[in-house]
């Protein structure tokens, strides 16, 4: 376990400084938005909507993930990014940060 | 409406040929999986999961629907891009599919 | 070699209908301009640009790519693939193809 | 102008710390070679290469210059970013970065 996060017993890493409620709330209501799009798109394949209208459907749910994953970078490096950088400890910190974006380009 | 696809009554677009039924289940299978991630997304939020193991997520679910779109894409054009070709219809058809991929990209 | 593509002495693989000539001109102003630009990001780079504003500069070269990539994709389907279906040999063409489109969505 | 980069005279904005002289020559290396695969790819369509094969080199250079991105991206956090949070001015930058994000995902 790295310094920036913590599990008291051994269960999924936390953050050290927890979301504001907003933000939460923000993201569970995204989520649940993009939730409801996927079953919109179930409904659509099942009732041979035309693939193309499909596929748009598709591209429009990605850019809602895009964009929670957006809000999530911002908060990320407002606190866990910003707490390592006061702490010096903030290399490997970014070095996992551009790892994640990489993972997201690629 | 242009030729390629139809709408009985004014509805949505419909796919000419409908999807094979063992698609269809393939793909309801996938966006079902699909929504199960965001759900579980919700809750890695509510219970302040650190953001990069968040970000990891979205970026499996997202790879997960630019799979299902690219079976889509598929099937589009083995149906309906063929069916164009076939009928000397297609450079409006290959249009809106590259059109649709644009989307993606972008 | 797959009976779609053709190399008469075992080079590379060449294209079954040549390009037209105006497509093959507009490719290749385009990438020209792509080499004009990465040029002038080694300026940039040189003389220490601001990051965003390097970055900028490459999203933008990114997204010239892109185009040129829908370009070729366009083409290929408006002649290769076109090809293929009336020959009744598309399964492995559109196959080929989608795996290009997966590459550039990952 | 914002106070975290600078241009004497009005001219481009400018990186506050300059870039160590290693990472601007990895960086020139990585712009030049990207450079030459550009010229191959002139030289390409040039040639009537197959599509497809001119697709993957795209996406070659595409991966090159994500690659090039996410290198500079890594610098201006560990620079710019960093400094901006130091002086507690690191809103506007990280606001700032995430715009850039958002330009290479969409």
């Keep these: 376990m790295k310094e920036h ?3 008291g017993n051994g269960g999924p890493r936390l953050k050290r400084r927890p979301r504001p409620k907003s933000l939460e709330r ?3 209501n995204r989520l649940r938005r993009a939730e409801g799009q996927l079953r919109g798109l179930g409904k659509m ?3 041979g909507t035309y ?3 499909v596929l748009q459907q598709i591209s429009a749910v990605r850019r809602a993930l895009d964009k929670i994953a957006l809000i999530l970078l911002r908060d990320h490096m ?3 990014v910003a707490d390592a950088i006061a ?3 903030s290399r490997a910190k970014i070095a996992e940060l ?3 974006i990489d993972r997201f380009l690629a």
Tied chains: 1, 2, 3, 4.
Excluded: P, Q, S
Aim: glycine letters at 14%.
């Design 87 to 89: 702490e010096h400890g």
């Design 45 to 47: 394949v099942g009732e």
């Design 26 to 28: 923000d993201l569970a």
């Design 51 to 53: 693939c193309i209208d």
């Design 98 to 100: 551009i790892g994640a």
């Design 5 to 7: 996060e913590h599990n």
């Design 78 to 80: 407002e606190t866990c």
